[in-house]
């Protein structure tokens, strides 16, 4: 908790889909990924056979391994990249759970880098499309 009384805290599948039919999901809804303030992969809680617990948990690892490496390398595609060049005075805006993104390193030189950001729940973003009639996930 920080001196404003705010102690924010949220879980939820990294990949949440719109549910499909049965056994199916649906169009991806939010993406929760950011290898830079994740909490540290916990493994599954312990057995009471507590001689096996370090097979298990390294068997967990392995696994939680491999599917992070697999997570990358489909995130490194170029395939998967939509690359924008920015000039001085271009905007972006980003649905924050809906696309990935990041940005390459670059060199400043006459202008400074000024980043602003705001965030809007989409609670009443999807209001907004809804009242104008627009189908929302």
């Known amino acids: 908790?920080?001196?404003?009384?705010?102690?924010?805290?949220?879980?939820g599948p990294i990949i949440e889909?719109?549910?499909?039919?049965?056994?199916?999901?649906g169009p991806v809804k939010s993406i929760r990924h950011n290898d830079l303030d994740r909490l540290p992969d916990l493994p599954p809680y312990?057995?009471?056979?507590?001689?096996?617990?370090?097979?298990?948990?390294?068997?967990?690892?392995?696994?939680?391994r491999e599917a992070h490496d697999a997570w990358d390398d489909i995130l490194r595609r170029d395939s998967m990249r939509l690359v924008i060049d920015l000039q001085p005075g271009d905007c972006?805006?980003?649905?924050?759970?809906?696309?990935?993104?990041?940005?390459?390193a670059f060199e400043t030189s006459t202008f400074?880098?000024?980043?602003?950001?705001?965030?809007?729940?989409?609670?009443?973003?999807?209001s907004k499309w809804r009242k104008a009639g627009l189908h929302v996930l």
């Open 1 to 11: 908790m920080d001196d404003e009384g705010w102690h924010l805290e949220a879980t």
């Open 17 to 25: 889909t719109v549910p499909g039919g049965k056994n199916e999901w």
């Open 46 to 64: 312990p057995t009471l056979d507590t001689a096996n617990n370090d097979i298990h948990n390294d068997s967990f690892y392995h696994k939680l």
């Open 92 to 104: 972006v805006l980003v649905a924050n759970q809906r696309c990935l993104h990041a940005r390459y």
């Open 112 to 126: 400074p880098r000024v980043v602003m950001g705001c965030y809007v729940g989409m609670d009443e973003v999807s």
